[in-house]
């Protein structure tokens, strides 16, 4: 039998498309596609069977078996070699098909006169939808050129079938089901209830331009895009400008890698010869991908084979002309955004009244994308597996960040339900606003002060909103973070001085910046280090670069033109660390006052405690400082030796295990003897159950997002701290893991608000 010249394949395309164009019924059209395709493969059999609903495969058309066959041959996946191709979801060959021990005879189909057998699966977004045969009756090899041209051949199929061109579309099953009611699980990470619309945060591109008119033209523009891609990765990875994409260095280099990977390239190359057009060829690779990743359960191997598949897609984007997010587009009034991963940068980048909901597949609780969500005030939750295979955009869809759910198409019970648990929110932030004036006090008498954390103007409403005591965090890189150039001395003034006008007399502790770590600046250029959160940040860079510092000082200090003012100074590791800071300040302070501008009425500097060395030099530390803020995010990641940012250790370490909650004592116990006021401002300050704790523990100050002062007032307002504070001392001595199923039943026993 002769190989099949590259040029066939091309020529079977052109007359599939033909075919497909025909006003004939769907049967007609499915028994042309198998006899085009056992000719151009010079084979005497081609079959085609498609998955049906209930999973079984089903065959839809053939050519050279017995056509009684048709719509009576079932296969269970895994069942003979059609089924074994469709759960391996890769092209196999038999030379002797008969005799390998998977083949299952089936009479009605007359094939045991066949002995060679070449089967793809037909496949749909990594899923198997189909099986493509084709044999023959001599024991034969069949080439490479021949397994690629049917691969090719089944894509199209694919994409046929699933745009209904074929009119089976009902009948099989064009997986992932993306039509019937899912639901997730995830990790909440703002607070809410949303009940809105799918956006899919990268558009998902349609290739509909499957087949080439020109091949050589295919090709130049898929050098053109990869070229404009690579180029586009290696500016970033220069730049360093990771923050805006929400990536990772590593996920930016890993791109690179595969964009310049000789593999990869190949395969594109190949589908391209084969007659498809070049975003043809790129689904067709990233399908193959995909389907090797579905089965991947090295979790190595399959982020990888993701790292692929998102390379892929953005590929497609470029080729479409489609780069940019859904943020430019036109967003629904219920917006829910849909991510593998986000940055901070870019989820501000959306219009926040139409903004309801946030769903990642990847990312950490303490990330700052995380951070960002409980500042806009909207649901969000990360770690939800396979969500983006799952929905379309325009799916109807309820997050709920109290449950760590998400429905997607929900069935209408789920909404009536979930519109009722919507209700008693609204009743519950009925009574937290009404709670919004009362002072948070213990049954005890203790009064806690509550604060909230911000960045941005748009934080400040919540000041009142919350009636929140003051700002106990105002974390300035977020201003860096969303700008595009560094920020100026006037515009930093003018934000600070906003934020100054709007407190009035209430409290705001300004965070000197606190950029490296995850906190990338789109425009500063930062070398590569292995361990960024350790890595050259925060006062470190500061006390390197003074001219950075003194600039946000000499802003801060104009902007509270002889009012109150609070620095606080991140990742203290050293006592030395703060003296060093405080001269700089003191300097700026001279020559503000050369200036003959106002001093402030009183400056207080602080400092952070989220180092943990500086748990054994607090004697020293704190003497010299105005006030100290314990980091716990940053405290307890350093504890645990678990990045807050990566998922896989992030969650392994519960910030209720006595040894941070022993930390925090320690640090209560210093602050207490040197007199120094002292805060939390870390994530676990705005959860209920950990702010308990921490009451529990001595804190009577605390900062936190601003959606959780309500909750966490009325956790106060039901408290005995004394009782409580008794109870943890026992607790402590005789725990050796998470206190939190403890604490719970404490909160259940004594009717605290959780
Ligand atoms: C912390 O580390 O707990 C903290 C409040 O700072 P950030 O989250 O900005 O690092
Ligand atoms: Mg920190």
Redesign the pocket.
């Known amino acids: 039998m002769p190989v099949s010249t590259i040029g066939a394949p091309r020529q079977l395309l052109r007359r599939l498309r033909e075919v497909m164009a025909e006003r004939e019924s769907a049967q007609a059209r499915l028994d042309k596609v198998a006899v085009l395709i056992a000719s151009n493969m010079v084979a005497e059999v081609c079959s085609i069977y498609l998955r049906r609903r209930d999973d079984s495969l089903e065959l839809f058309a053939t050519e050279g078996l017995n056509p009684e066959a048709v719509h009576n041959t079932h296969l269970k996946p895994g069942e003979g070699l059609v089924g074994l191709i469709a759960i391996q979801a890769e092209p196999m060959q038999f030379p002797d098909a008969q005799h390998h021990p998977a083949f299952s005879y089936r009479p009605e189909t007359g094939e045991e006169i066949y002995h060679s057998f070449l089967g793809v699966p037909i496949l749909r977004g990594g899923h198997t939808i189909g099986v493509l045969t084709v044999q023959n009756r001599t024991m034969r090899q069949y080439s490479d050129e021949e397994v690629e041209a049917l691969q090719t051949t089944a894509m199209v199929l694919a994409e046929m079938i699933a745009s209904g061109g074929l009119g089976v579309t009902e009948e099989v099953s064009a997986e992932p089901r993306r039509d019937l009611a899912a639901r997730f699980t995830g990790l909440p990470i703002s607070e809410g209830v949303a009940l809105g619309h799918v956006v899919l945060h990268e558009p998902r591109i349609v290739v509909t331009r499957l087949i080439a008119e020109d091949v050589e033209l295919e090709r130049r523009r898929l050098a053109q895009a990869i070229e404009e891609l690579t180029g586009m990765i290696d500016g970033m990875l220069e730049r360093g400008d990771m923050a805006r994409a929400g990536e990772h260095r590593e996920v930016l280099e890993a791109f690179r890698m595969f964009a310049h990977d000789h593999g990869w390239r190949r395969r594109l190359d190949e589908a391209l010869l084969t007659g498809l057009t070049a975003e043809a060829a790129v689904q067709r690779v990233r399908n193959d991908t995909r389907a090797r990743m579905l089965r991947q359960t090295d979790p190595h191997a399959r982020d990888r084979l993701h790292d692929i598949d998102d390379l892929s897609n953005r590929l497609l984007r470029l080729l479409s002309g489609g780069a940019g997010t859904a943020a430019a587009g036109n967003l629904p009034q219920d917006a829910v955004l849909i991510a593998r991963t986000m940055g901070p940068a870019e989820l501000l980048d959306y219009d926040r009244q139409r903004l309801r909901g946030l769903v990642l597949e990847e990312g950490g609780a303490?990330s700052h994308v995380a951070?960002v969500a409980r500042a806009l005030g909207i649901a969000a939750i990360t770690q939800v597996k396979g969500v983006l295979d799952a929905v379309e955009a325009g799916d109807a869809i309820i997050v709920d960040a109290e449950g760590g759910e998400l429905h997607v198409r929900p069935t209408q019970e789920v909404v009536s339900a979930y519109a009722d648990k919507v209700r008693f929110r609204a009743r519950r932030q009925a009574q937290y606003a009404a709670l919004r004036n009362v002072p948070a006090v213990t049954l005890d008498g203790e009064r806690i002060a509550l604060h909230i954390n911000a960045g941005l103007l748009f934080d400040l409403p919540h000041l009142d909103q919350s009636g929140a005591d003051g700002i106990g965090?105002f974390?300035t890189e977020l201003q860096f973070m969303i700008s595009s150039t560094f920020p100026r001395l006037e515009q930093q003034t003018r934000l600070y001085k906003a934020i100054l006008d709007t407190a009035g007399d209430r409290p705001v502790v300004f965070r000197s910046l606190?950029v490296g770590g995850d906190k990338v600046l789109p425009f500063f250029r930062a070398s590569k280090e292995e361990n960024p959160a350790i890595g050259w940040r925060a006062i470190r860079m500061a006390l390197d670069r003074p001219a950075l510092f003194r600039t946000q000082i000499r802003a801060l200090l104009r902007a509270a033109h002889g009012r109150e003012l609070r620095i606080m100074l991140?990742m203290i590791a050293d006592v030395s660390e703060l003296k060093a800071a405080r001269a700089l300040i003191d300097r700026e302070v001279d020559i503000l006052k050369r200036h003959g501008r106002p001093e402030p009425k009183g400056l207080m500097i602080g400092a952070m405690i989220?180092v943990p060395a500086l748990l054994w030099q607090l004697d020293r530390v704190l003497p010299m400082a105005d006030f100290a803020s314990v980091?716990?995010?940053?405290?307890m990641q350093f504890l645990f030796a678990a990045d807050r940012g990566n998922m896989r250790v992030s969650e392994r370490f519960d910030s209720l295990n006595p040894a941070g909650l022993k930390a925090l004592r320690v640090i209560v116990a210093a602050a207490e003897k040197h007199n120094v006021p002292l805060t939390l401002?870390?994530?676990m300050a705005g959860r209920p159950l950990e702010a308990m704790a921490i009451i529990g523990l001595g804190f009577r100050s605390i900062s936190m997002a601003p959606a959780s002062v309500g909750p966490v007032k009325a956790m106060i307002l039901s408290l005995d701290a004394g009782n409580l504070r008794q109870r943890l001392e026992e607790l402590l001595e005789c725990t050796d893991t998470s206190l939190r199923e403890d604490l719970k039943r404490f909160a259940a026993e004594k009717g605290v608000q959780i």
């Open positions: 303490a951070i965090l974390r606190d991140p989220e980091g716990s995010n940053d405290l401002c870390g994530e």
